[in-house]
């Protein structure tokens, strides 16, 4: 013998209830897409660099590095230890 048991039906929702469902869902999707893109951009935007040739002039030597570029500087800056290092002539301005 067997025994059917009915499936229970969710109680029917007005359409105001079923509107404001929708629009939460949709709310919410809209909240994580704006999280995704800021993160996206955050990735994207975290550094930029660039490969460029530095020469020494007294010597007529020349290196090629990647360096950090940074929008807000209004100056070419090198950092002391590293001209040290490579042997540039420093002098004071």
């Keep these: 013998m067997q025994v059917s048991i009915p499936d229970r039906e969710e109680p029917k929702k007005d359409k105001k209830t079923i509107l404001r469902e929708e629009k939460v869902k949709k709310e919410k999707k809209e909240r994580k897409n704006i999280k ?5 951009k955050k990735e994207l935007l975290r550094e930029v660099t660039v490969k460029i040739g530095l020469e020494r002039v007294d010597m007529q030597e020349g290196i090629m590095m990647e360096t950090l570029l940074d929008s807000r500087v209004t100056e070419l800056v090198m950092s002391f230890e590293f001209a040290k290092k490579q042997g540039f002539k420093l002098k004071k301005t």
Aim: hydrophobic content about 40%; proline content about 0%; aromatic content about 0%.
């Design 36 to 40: 995704e893109v800021r993160k996206v």
